[in-house]
């Protein structure tokens, strides 16, 4: 099983929808979460940390579920801008150093 | 907002060729990464380098492959002999506290390295 799984899309999806992503890992030792935003061909982004809690900025929500070990991210009222991959990053702790780890990444492609 | 620099945008080298990727990080920054992207595929942790030495680095990160700061600005990323599966884009980040602080990633544009 791959350490961080997700969907890579493409979800297509008219300007206005709700779109939601999911994102699941392998490693229960697991300990931070983020979301990331990478354009095409640009470097990734930071869009939003994971919290237990489950997060929301603007538009967008994010949730975690340690027992299921899976992440989300919802965006309401999709914009143009929003077209992008979404990556899922996930940081575990080791002796040696903390290990960040990229999900293969989920494309968004919100059209007129 | 600061900004971690990379140069050069595009490198073009031939197989068994020796090349360095340089990257400036944030000035306040403590923690450095490298990171590479094969077209398509996902985004891939190299190496993770503080006070001055490599904290963690991933089975990529072979015998070929070195880090540096040669001086309190940049952090080069070196490749002695490449192969054509070297070709990728290559990402430099820093951060300032270390990724379990929940801190922001800052990554570098990219170094696209095309190996022929």
């Known amino acids: 099983r791959k350490e961080v799984e997700q969907d890579p899309g493409p979800f297509n999806v008219p300007e206005g929808a709700t779109v939601a992503f999911n994102c699941t890992y392998s490693?229960?030792?697991?300990?931070?979460f983020f979301w990331y935003r990478q354009d095409c061909r640009k470097e990734p982004k930071l869009l939003m940390s994971?919290?237990?809690s489950g997060n929301e900025d603007g538009r967008f929500t994010a949730q975690l579920n340690r027992a299921s070990q899976y992440i989300s991210l919802l965006i309401r009222d999709s914009k143009l801008s929003d077209s992008a991959t979404y990556l899922c990053?996930?940081?575990?702790?080791?002796?040696?150093?903390?290990?960040?780890?990229f999900g293969t990444g989920t494309r968004l492609a919100v059209r007129p | 907002e600061p900004e971690v620099t990379q140069t050069p945008s595009h490198q073009v080298t031939q197989m068994g060729q020796e090349v360095i990727l340089r990257c400036v990080p944030i000035?306040?920054?403590?923690?450095f990464y490298w990171y590479r992207q094969i077209l398509g595929q996902k985004v891939e942790f190299l190496v993770s380098f503080y006070n001055n030495e490599i904290s963690e680095k991933s089975e990529i990160f072979d015998d070929q492959f070195s880090v540096e700061r040669p001086d309190g600005s940049n952090f080069t990323l070196k490749i002695r002999s490449t192969k054509l599966e070297d070709s990728a884009m290559y990402f430099c980040?820093?951060?300032?506290?270390?990724?379990?602080?929940?801190?922001?990633?800052?990554f570098g544009s990219g170094t696209q390295l095309s190996v022929l």
């Open positions: 994971v919290y237990s």
């Open positions: 490693n229960s030792a697991s300990q931070s």
């Open positions: 980040a820093s951060s300032e506290r270390g990724v379990l602080t929940n801190e922001k990633l800052f």
């Open positions: 990053v996930v940081i575990r702790v080791k002796s040696s150093g903390d290990k960040l780890t």
């Open positions: 000035s306040n920054h403590l923690y």
